[in-house]
Protein backbone atom coordinates (compact mmCIF):
# COMPACT_ATOMS: atom_id res chain seq x y z
CA UNK A 1 0.00 0.00 0.00
CA UNK A 2 1.21 3.25 -0.88
CA UNK A 3 1.26 6.08 1.99
CA UNK A 4 -2.28 7.24 3.84
CA UNK A 5 -1.72 10.59 5.28
CA UNK A 6 -3.96 12.83 6.76
CA UNK A 7 -4.19 17.15 6.70
CA UNK A 8 -6.42 19.92 7.50
CA UNK A 9 -7.74 20.83 4.04
CA UNK A 10 -6.73 24.47 5.48
CA UNK A 11 -2.97 23.69 4.98
CA UNK A 12 -1.41 24.75 1.74
CA UNK A 13 -1.45 21.63 -0.75
CA UNK A 14 1.41 20.09 -2.26
CA UNK A 15 2.47 17.83 -5.14
CA UNK A 16 3.26 15.03 -2.55
CA UNK A 17 0.11 15.05 -1.28
CA UNK A 18 -1.59 12.42 -4.29
CA UNK A 19 -5.07 12.31 -4.40
CA UNK A 20 -6.95 14.45 -1.72
CA UNK A 21 -10.12 13.31 -0.56
CA UNK A 22 -11.72 15.57 2.21
CA UNK A 23 -14.10 13.11 4.45
CA UNK A 24 -16.40 15.57 6.34
CA UNK A 25 -20.29 15.58 5.67
CA UNK A 26 -20.10 19.34 5.59
CA UNK A 27 -18.02 21.98 3.64
CA UNK A 28 -15.46 23.73 5.81
CA UNK A 29 -15.66 26.96 6.88
CA UNK A 30 -13.89 30.09 5.15
CA UNK A 31 -12.28 28.05 2.26
CA UNK A 32 -13.32 27.96 -1.64
CA UNK A 33 -13.46 24.97 -3.89
CA UNK A 34 -10.47 26.31 -5.00
CA UNK A 35 -8.55 26.54 -2.61
CA UNK A 36 -8.90 23.28 -1.10
CA UNK A 37 -7.48 21.77 -4.05
CA UNK A 38 -9.61 18.56 -4.13
CA UNK A 39 -9.43 15.36 -6.17
CA UNK A 40 -12.60 14.31 -4.16
CA UNK A 41 -15.25 15.00 -1.63
CA UNK A 42 -16.18 11.58 0.05
CA UNK A 43 -19.34 12.58 2.29
CA UNK A 44 -19.82 8.92 2.39
CA UNK A 45 -16.68 8.47 4.66
CA UNK A 46 -17.69 10.78 6.74
CA UNK A 47 -19.46 10.03 10.19
CA UNK A 48 -22.94 10.57 10.09
CA UNK A 49 -24.84 13.95 11.35
CA UNK A 50 -25.87 12.76 14.80
CA UNK A 51 -22.47 11.21 16.04
CA UNK A 52 -20.69 14.01 14.82
CA UNK A 53 -22.45 16.31 16.72
CA UNK A 54 -22.61 13.79 19.38
CA UNK A 55 -19.12 13.91 19.51
CA UNK A 56 -18.43 17.65 18.59
CA UNK A 57 -14.67 17.43 19.04
CA UNK A 58 -14.85 16.59 22.84
CA UNK A 59 -11.30 14.70 23.52
CA UNK A 60 -12.34 12.59 26.26
CA UNK A 61 -14.77 11.38 23.55
CA UNK A 62 -12.66 10.27 21.25
CA UNK A 63 -12.63 6.64 21.92
CA UNK A 64 -16.59 6.12 21.95
CA UNK A 65 -16.33 8.44 19.24
CA UNK A 66 -13.93 6.28 17.15
CA UNK A 67 -15.63 2.76 18.31
CA UNK A 68 -18.57 4.20 16.72
CA UNK A 69 -17.77 5.74 13.49
CA UNK A 70 -15.75 2.25 13.11
CA UNK A 71 -19.15 0.68 13.37
CA UNK A 72 -20.60 3.43 10.93
CA UNK A 73 -17.95 2.39 8.17
CA UNK A 74 -18.70 -1.32 8.22
CA UNK A 75 -22.11 -0.45 6.50
CA UNK A 76 -19.95 1.47 4.20
CA UNK A 77 -17.75 -1.40 2.91
CA UNK A 78 -18.14 -0.91 -0.91
CA UNK A 79 -17.12 3.10 -0.65
CA UNK A 80 -14.31 2.30 1.92
CA UNK A 81 -13.04 -1.07 -0.24
CA UNK A 82 -12.86 2.07 -3.35
CA UNK A 83 -10.68 4.32 -0.85
CA UNK A 84 -8.25 1.24 -0.25
CA UNK A 85 -7.86 0.43 -3.63
CA UNK A 86 -6.79 3.70 -4.44
CA UNK A 87 -4.29 4.02 -1.35
CA UNK A 88 -3.16 0.29 -2.63
CA UNK A 89 -1.77 2.39 -6.31
CA UNK A 90 -1.19 6.13 -5.12
CA UNK A 91 -0.60 8.14 -2.01
CA UNK A 92 -3.57 9.41 0.05
CA UNK A 93 -4.16 12.46 2.27
CA UNK A 94 -7.61 12.82 4.12
CA UNK A 95 -8.41 16.19 4.24
CA UNK A 96 -10.73 17.19 7.22
CA UNK A 97 -11.58 20.54 8.67
CA UNK A 98 -10.60 20.38 12.79
CA UNK A 99 -8.86 22.08 14.33
CA UNK A 100 -7.78 19.51 16.98
CA UNK A 101 -5.19 17.39 15.06
CA UNK A 102 -5.17 13.99 16.84
CA UNK A 103 -8.90 13.51 17.72
CA UNK A 104 -11.14 13.51 14.29
CA UNK A 105 -12.38 11.42 11.81
CA UNK A 106 -9.37 11.13 9.65
CA UNK A 107 -7.29 9.96 12.40
CA UNK A 108 -9.86 7.28 12.60
CA UNK A 109 -10.12 6.44 9.03
CA UNK A 110 -6.54 6.16 8.55
CA UNK A 111 -5.93 3.42 10.98
CA UNK A 112 -8.88 1.58 9.04
CA UNK A 113 -7.67 1.47 6.02
CA UNK A 114 -4.49 0.90 6.86
CA UNK A 115 -5.46 -2.90 8.86
CA UNK A 116 -7.78 -3.65 6.23
Known amino acids: ?12 SSKS ?5 LVDRIW ?15 KDLAPSTELRKWFDHDPEKFDDFSN ?17 QRA ?14 EHNQAVVLKKVLENM
Do not use: C, H
Request: no cysteine.
Open 1 to 12: MKTIQIKRVYDA
Open 17 to 21: DGYRV
Open 28 to 42: PRGISKEEANLDEWN
Open 68 to 84: KYKKELKDRADVLKQLF
Open 88 to 101: RDQKVTLLYGAKDT
